[in-house]
């Protein structure tokens, strides 16, 4: 017994440069999202609105101290900093909900129960401290978005202004995927790699999708060196692995057979 306990605490011991609060900090990325959208006593007292701002400071340092990060305090301070450029990327991201699905009533609707937005607000997040090479923490923040909505965004991912996830349950956006402005994605698309070769890992692998493309439900698009033009609209169901030029419409063709009701005892028995 002593020896079995010995080993897993000498394993622990061996991973402390990994290891952080992890729920606190899926808790952390809930406060600072309350604290950039939603209502509450910050909204109603500028003071309380700053001593908000330095809770969560404070906390995003210990959790950048536990993953012995240098230069912790500038890191902190920058992200703060740039955090108003991020907040208006993504008011256009809300308002391209509100422009394009006829479903929201509000931005606050959009705001308290899309899971498309929160995603896409977390990755903007969690892209931002993977572009400092902060390790682990990013990876945490874009999978406890991952685990509470089913969209998956990797933090390395690059996507631009006013993006829209509709539904979301079940898309997949991989690491080296490239999404310009004004991109619409719906339920189950996938943004992913031909091969999963370790040995790819440092090359391009996932898709490139210029501005002002619709891709529909279910949607696959993979390789690094596939390009879907602009404008392009790929339809639901589609597996793609090559380019398309711009203002493309690519759609799955299935045949769809309607009949009139029949006799049921003329239906062949399948029973086995």
Known sequence: MENRLKQLFEFKQSQQHYLFDKYRAEIWSEELFKWLFLGGEESCRFDLFEEKEAELKNELTVFLKQLLV???????????????????????????????????????????????????????????????????????????????????????????????????????????????????????VTLGALSVSKDKAEQKRHPTIEDGVIIYANATILGGKTIVGRGSVIGGNVWLTESVPSQTLVFHKSEVIVKDKIDVSKIIDFSI
């Open 70 to 188: 240098e230069k912790t305090s500038d890191i902190v301070d920058s992200f703060f900093n740039e955090l108003c450029s991020i907040h208006k990327i993504l008011l256009s991201d809300l308002d391209a909900v509100m422009k394009f699905d006829p479903a929201a009533k509000s931005h606050s609707e959009v705001l308290m129960s899309y899971p498309g937005f929160f995603t896409i607000v977390i990755y903007r997040i969690a892209h931002y401290f993977w572009n400092q090479k902060i390790p682990v923490f990013p990876r945490v923040l874009s999978e406890y978005a991952h685990s509470k909505t089913g969209i998956d965004i990797h933090p390395a991912a690059q996507i631009g202004e006013r993006f829209f996830i509709d539904h979301g349950t079940g898309v997949v956006i991989g690491e080296t995927a490239e999404i310009g402005n004004d991109v619409k994605i719906y339920q189950g």
